[in-house]
């Protein structure tokens, strides 16, 4: 059985900085499209940041205008695992963070992904 787990969310103050860790299992998602999302109280789900592989161990990003510059998304594949470093956190960056994985690439931004995890909150306060 497919599962993806985040963690690593938390509380952290405006400027500050977290890591969300995201461990797939039940298959190797090397080739997969690894993304993530966000979803705000009374918003809709929305797209963060996504790797797309580029063939043997090389990976490309992809980022929401909001967070290109503060967050950096990569994985490893030995570990099965796609990170999210998010720097310079603002208030607008408060969510629940979801981990997505889907097999072809398409539209990165699209919700259209096979595989979620249950999401982790992140809370920026002031």
């Known amino acids: 059985q497919v599962q993806l787990v985040e963690t690593g969310g938390g509380l952290v103050q405006a400027g500050g900085s977290l890591r969300l860790s995201c461990a797939a299992s039940?298959?190797?998602?090397?080739?997969?499209?690894m993304g993530w999302f966000r979803q705000a109280t009374g918003k809709e789900r929305e797209f963060v940041a996504a790797?797309?592989?580029?063939?043997?161990?090389?990976?490309?990003?992809h980022y929401a205008d909001s967070v290109k510059a503060r967050f950096s998304v990569y994985r490893d594949d030995a570990k099965n695992s796609v990170y999210l470093q998010m720097n310079s956190l603002k208030l607008e960056d408060t969510a629940v963070y979801y981990c997505?994985?889907?097999?072809?690439?398409?539209?990165?931004?699209?919700?259209?992904?096979?595989?979620w995890g249950q999401g982790t909150q992140v809370t920026v306060s002031s």
């Open positions: 039940g298959r190797t998602f090397t080739t997969y499209v």
């Open positions: 997505a994985a889907r097999r072809i690439a398409g539209v990165l931004s699209s919700t259209s992904y096979e595989y």
């Open positions: 790797t797309t592989w580029s063939g043997g161990r090389t990976y490309k990003a």
